[in-house]
């Protein structure tokens, strides 16, 4: 069995992270994410799916946008997305911020022989103090801001720890400890609602 670009593209856009105190912006046609103050960026379209013409679905939301005070905004470029949203965004002043590449598989025979990765990498549940602290680092080292504060990681710890026995592990992701230069690169507009 083969994947579709389609069926990569709605599986890419079924999937958005979003940190348990981020606040969420929604509406019909897109989701807003407004972070916390320790990550690099304050707000992020991770979900853009108009009904209506493109150029005034843009235009509402980066209205909304605007209201929610920080001057900059990362809007994540999905392969799904509509045709010209890239345009529509340059017309605006946005800019390409990071570059992503997708590496999609058909997993239904089981996972692909791997080769042995060239950097030492460890795969940890993240359901203690130390785990969650180094996958924030991670986080921090591949898109910016600062670690959480203790608190918030002490949480998340405890959070996970409760629910990767209770069969819900999705949430509580491994973390991949890896080296820095070997980050994914991820494609996304930052513009200024403004």
Do not use: C, H
């Given at each position: 069995?083969?994947?579709?670009?389609?069926?990569?593209?709605?599986?890419?856009?079924?999937?958005?992270?979003?940190?348990?105190?981020?606040?969420?912006?929604e509406d019909a046609?897109?989701?807003i994410l407004?972070l916390?103050?320790?990550?690099?960026?304050?707000?992020?379209?991770?979900?853009f799916?108009?009904?209506?013409?493109?150029?005034?679905?843009?235009?509402?939301?980066?209205?909304?946008?605007?209201?929610?005070?920080?001057p900059?905004?990362?809007?994540?470029?999905?392969?799904?997305?509509?045709?010209?949203?890239?345009?529509e965004?340059?017309?605006?002043?946005?800019?390409?911020?990071?570059?992503?590449?997708?590496?999609?598989?058909?997993?239904?025979?089981?996972?692909?022989?791997?080769?042995?990765?060239?950097?030492?990498?460890?795969?940890?549940?993240?359901?203690d103090?130390?785990?969650?602290?180094?996958?924030?680092?991670?986080?921090?080292t591949?898109?910016g801001?600062?670690?959480?504060?203790a608190?918030?990681?002490?949480?998340?710890?405890?959070?996970?720890?409760?629910?990767?026995?209770?069969?819900?592990?999705?949430?509580?992701?491994?973390?991949?400890?890896?080296?820095?230069?070997?980050?994914a690169?991820?494609?996304?507009?930052?513009?200024?609602?403004?």
């Open positions: 069995m083969s994947l579709s670009t389609e069926a990569v593209a709605a599986a890419g856009a079924a999937w958005v992270w979003m940190p348990d105190d981020a606040e969420v912006v046609g897109y989701t407004r916390p103050d320790y990550y690099g960026f304050d707000l992020s379209v991770v979900s799916t108009p009904a209506g013409p493109l150029a005034p679905a843009v235009d509402a939301v980066l209205a909304r946008a605007r209201t929610l005070g920080p900059v905004l990362d809007w994540q470029v999905l392969i799904g997305d509509p045709p010209g949203l890239r345009d965004l340059a017309a605006r002043g946005g800019r390409v911020k990071l570059g992503l590449e997708i590496l999609a598989a058909d997993l239904a025979d089981g996972a692909p022989a791997l080769r042995p990765p060239t950097a030492p990498v460890e795969l940890r549940w993240a359901t103090f130390v785990t969650v602290r180094d996958g924030a680092a991670v986080e921090v591949g898109f801001g600062e670690l959480p504060p608190t918030r990681l002490e949480r998340t710890a405890a959070r996970n720890a409760k629910a990767t026995p209770a069969g819900r592990a999705a949430r509580s992701s491994p973390t991949w400890t890896v080296s820095p230069s070997e980050r690169a991820w494609r996304s507009w930052t513009a200024s609602p403004g």
